[in-house]
C-alpha cells in the first residue's frame, strides 16, 4: 500500500513541472493555429460503405471513361508505375467512387476535419476516390503523369479549392481547377426532341395529291434516319393558311404518331423557335399535319412490311433518346477540371468557419444502457447545407458544434448495430433554449439500413 502512494507521488512530483510549463506556453501563444490533425477514411458501418466502380483496361493505351454523373477520367498510356518505382504494361484495374452530398460523405467515413478546432471544417462542392491496381497490387502515378478529371459539380463551386488527401490522413492543398459547363451534357440535349403541344387542325381527310418528304438533320434527329427514304401525301385541307407555308419551313424537330393505323393515318407535329436578338420575344412555333405513307405499287405488299420495319426503327431510335433524356437528368451541369498526380480522393473544397456555431457538452439516453468506458463510440454531427460531416470522439463530447440557421441531424453508431439519430428539428429545438448542456432524445435505427438510406423515415425499433 505504502509502494504505492509512493510512486504516485512520485509520479506527481516529475509530472508537475511539465504542466506547468504547457500552461506558460498556451499562455505565451494565446492565438496560435489549431494544430493539424491525423485522421483516417473509416465508413462509420462497413456493410453501408459506397463501393468502387471497375474500370479494366491497358497501362498502355489512352483510356476515356464517362459516368452517370457527367464526370470525365482521362488516363493516358504509360500513367502508372508501381511502388518500386518500375513502370506498369499490360491490364491494370482503376477502382473510383465520388461524394457529392453529405450523406455521401458520411457513408465512406470521408474525414472533413483540417484541425483541432471542430468549428472549422471542409465545405465540399464534390470529392472523388481513384485507385489503380495491377493483379491486386496497388499502384501509383508515375512522375510528370497526371489523371484528367473533369469532375461533376452539382453546387457552384466559386471561391473554393482543391484538396488532396495526402497519405489517406491530411488534406493538403493542391493547385487550383477551371470550372466548366458540361458541354457533354449540352450536346446531347441538342439531340433530344422537345416535343410540343399540338395545334388544332380540321380533320379533313380528302386527298388533295401533295406528296413530301422529311428529310433530318442526322445529329439532332436521329430518329428519323429510318423514314428519310418515306414518302408521304398530305391528308390536311390544303386551303389552311399555314399548310403552303409549312411545306418551306426548315423545322427543328419532328413528332409522329399512329392516328389510325388501320387506314395508315398519322399525325406529324413540326416544331421550331425562332430566336429573336435580344432573347427576350423568342417565338415558339408548331403546325400538325395529318398524312398517309406512299407505298410502291408494284411491290405494294413488301413496301409495306418495309414500312413496319422502318417505323419499329424509328421507335426503337426514339425510346433511346428518351432514355438517354432520363439519365441526363442525373448528370451535373457543371465540372470542375483539374489533373490528379496522385491516386487518392480529390475534394473541391473550401475552409469554412461558420459564425454562427453553437458549441456546447451533449449527452444521449441511450448512456443508460451503453457505458462508454467500455464502448468506443462515435458521434458524427452531419451539417447536410455544406456538404460536411464531422466525427466527434467521445472525449470530444464535450464541446459539439450546432448551427441555428442550417440543417444538420446527430448520428451515433451504437455498438448494437443500432444507430441513434437526432434530426434537425430536434437539435434546433435545443439550442434555442441556450442551456450549459443538452441531453437528447434519439431515435434508433437499424444501422446498415438507416446509412444507406440516409433518410429518417424508416421504421422505429
Known amino acids: 500500500m505504502n509502494n504505492k502512494i509512493k510512486i504516485s507521488l512520485l509520479s506527481t512530483a516529475l509530472l508537475t513541472p511539465f504542466f506547468a510549463w504547457m500552461y506558460f506556453q498556451r499562455e505565451a501563444n494565446p492565438t496560435k493555429r489549431p494544430i493539424a490533425i491525423s485522421q483516417s477514411i473509416s465508413a462509420p ?12 483496361f491497358d497501362a ?14 482521362i488516363v493516358q498510356p504509360g500513367t502508372f508505375k508501381r511502388k518500386d518505382g518500375t513502370d506498369v504494361h499490360g491490364p491494370v484495374e482503376l477502382k473510383v467512387r465520388e461524394f457529392h452530398s453529405a450523406h455521401d460523405i458520411l457513408r465512406a467515413g470521408i474525414p472533413m476535419a483540417v ?14 476516390e481513384m485507385r489503380a491496381y495491377e493483379k491486386g497490387e496497388a499502384l501509383e502515378v508515375n512522375q510528370g503523369k497526371g489523371i484528367g478529371v473533369d469532375l461533376a459539380g452539382f453546387k457552384p463551386s466559386d471561391g473554393y479549392q482543391l484538396y488532396y488527401l495526402k497519405n489517406d490522413n491530411q488534406w493538403v492543398t493542391e493547385d ?23 395545334e388544332a387542325f380540321a380533320d379533313s381527310l380528302e386527298a388533295i395529291g401533295t406528296y413530301f418528304s422529311i428529310a433530318g438533320n442526322a445529329f439532332y ?11 408521304w401525301k398530305l391528308l390536311n385541307d390544303r386551303k389552311h393558311p399555314d399548310i403552303e407555308k409549312a411545306m418551306r419551313v426548315d423545322w427543328d424537330a419532328v413528332q409522329l404518331e399512329v392516328k389510325d393505323k388501320g387506314r395508315q393515318i398519322y399525325e406529324l407535329t413540326f416544331s421550331k ?38 417505323m419499329k426503327e424509328y421507335e426503337r431510335v426514339l425510346a433511346k433518346l428518351k432514355e438517354e433524356e432520363e439519365r441526363l437528368k442525373d448528370q451535373a451541369d457543371l465540372l470542375n477540371s483539374f489533373v490528379a498526380n496522385n491516386l487518392g480522393v480529390y475534394n473541391i473544397d473550401r475552409l469554412y468557419k461558420c459564425d454562427d456555431l453553437y458549441t456546447i457538452p451533449v449527452s444521449f439516453d441511450f448512456e443508460n444502457t451503453v457505458d462508454r468506458k467500455f464502448n468506443n463510440i462515435s458521434l458524427y454531427a452531419v451539417y447536410e447545407d455544406d456538404n460536411s460531416v464531422i466525427k466527434y470522439d467521445q472525449r470530444d463530447w464535450k464541446s459539439v458544434s450546432f448551427s441555428a440557421n442550417k440543417k444538420m441531424r446527430l448520428i451515433v453508431v451504437l455498438p448494437d448495430k443500432m444507430v441513434a439519430v437526432v ?39
Do not use: W
Not at 434527329?221 to 414518302?231: K, V
Open 45 to 56: 458501418v462497413a456493410t453501408a460503405d459506397i463501393p468502387m466502380d471497375n474500370y479494366f
Open 176 to 198: 487550383s481547377f477551371k470550372r466548366n459547363g458540361n458541354a457533354g451534357k449540352i450536346e446531347i440535349q441538342e439531340k433530344i426532341q422537345k416535343y410540343p403541344n399540338k
Open 423 to 461: 434530426e434537425n428539428q430536434e437539435i434546433q429545438k435545443a439550442i434555442a433554449k441556450k442551456e450549459k448542456e443538452i441531453f437528447f432524445v434519439t431515435r434508433r435505427y437499424p444501422a446498415d439500413e438507416y446509412i444507406r438510406a440516409g433518410k429518417g423515415d424508416l421504421a422505429m425499433k
Open 115 to 128: 484541425n483541432t478546432e471542430k468549428g472549422e471544417y471542409l465545405q465540399s462542392a464534390g470529392m472523388i
Open 273 to 310: 423557335t425562332q430566336y429573336s436578338m435580344d432573347m427576350d420575344k423568342d417565338v415558339f412555333k408548331s403546325i400538325t399535319i395529318q398524312a398517309s405513307p406512299v407505298f410502291d405499287a408494284e411491290g405494294e405488299e413488301s413496301d409495306r412490311a418495309f414500312f413496319e420495319a422502318q
Open 60 to 73: 498502355d493505351s489512352l483510356k476515356q471513361i464517362v459516368r452517370p454523373t457527367g464526370t470525365r477520367i
Open 221 to 231: 434527329s436521329p430518329q428519323l434516319e429510318a423514314l428519310a427514304t418515306r414518302r
